[in-house]
């Protein structure tokens, strides 16, 4: 079996759409042994932030000499991106025996797309002899297939509005199912966040016995210095029983004012790992932010020819990026290539795109999931648009008619991201450690 052929098995599994519950993929995992009991684990859940969160600290723990798998999703390019072992892509050979490994099970106990991929990242982190994995939460947290483990350290980022249909139509019902990770004795890091939302995460925390660090109340950031490609600010420890290496500066290869609220919480549970016996160290901790990228989060491919990537989905995800932009008036203003999928909040992402004003070219990716441009156009009233017939002739449309105080910003979903990658040449990221330039 190929891996092409491998994908496609696994993909004849999206048809069952999205399966929330615990009771298949625990009964695939006995079948399989339980490979998530034979390596330590970092959870991570939230609305915005988890996969960066969830990248840095894997970078950490590698810099510290761990051996460390990282399970996030979606990918941008190539399924491979979702498991990483020490900042690395999997190799095609481990999914392709994985998931001939793997297959009975997944069929026996009829599991999702999502499910199957969560084992086959399991299995290959027991195979390739992973120390400690951090795992992205998929959707909610509660029910989500990754809450099969009991982590060293669970870690909430920023909470707000998505995926309603699914998680609840209020602020408090989503933090609720994203506090469903929470075990008892696992201590938490909590994001800033509403008080709503704080509220019922801090009451289910204090139900099942479980020690709350909130990132706010423990590190102060001061001079903070936000650039197009890196940021550094000064930390300060507002408790003393911190470790005094917490105060000092740092720097990340990321954009944006938010990153540091993702790398504070990498810095606490940095911290509390190291406090649980961990061999963390200064030095390592400081090279794995330092050395860190994720692709698609304010992502400047092109400084004499700009092009921005992020994949902004949401209306906070749409401030935070608009946020940036403003800091940042070397860039130019913007002109948005937006491609967006069912089930979001189309008109209050635009609007929040609109605040940072521009002309908007709106696409349609090759997926079943996204919507077409007239959706796009109903949600855009009062908005400068022109709709295209793929992701590529938007971006190319948008390059030709960009001024030379502009910026193309491709934002709105993961597959509007892929295929506007594809149209520039941009091949899927095989380290994490790498940065990417393209020549037009």
Known sequence: MTYDEALDRLYTLEHSGIKLGLSRIQS?????????????SVHIAGTNGKGSTSAMMAGVLRSCGLRTGLYTSPHIRDFRERIRIDGRMAAPGWIIEGLETI?????RNSLSFFEAATCLAFWIFVQQGVRIAVLEVGLGGRLDATNVVTPQLAIITSLSIDHQKTLGASLAEIAGEKAGILKPGVELILAGCPKEARDTVLSVALERGVPVQLDREALAVRDLQLHPRSTQWRSIRKGEDLPAWLDGCWEIPMAGAHQVENARMVLLGAALLQKQGWPLTEAGIRTGLRSTHWPGRLEVLLPQYPILLDVAHNPEGGRRLVRALN????????RWIVGMVKGKDHKNFLHQLSRAGGRFHFCSPEHPRCVPTEVLAEAAEGLNYTMHPSVEDALNCALEERGDDEICVVSG?????DEACRALGIGPRESLQESVEVTL
């Open 103 to 107: 297959w009975p099970a997944v069929e």
């Open 413 to 417: 979903s993961f597959f509007t991201m």
């Open 28 to 40: 695939a995992l006995r079948d399989l042994g339980s490979p998530q009991n034979a390596f330590a």
């Open 327 to 334: 800091r940042w008036p070397e860039l130019g203003k913007a």
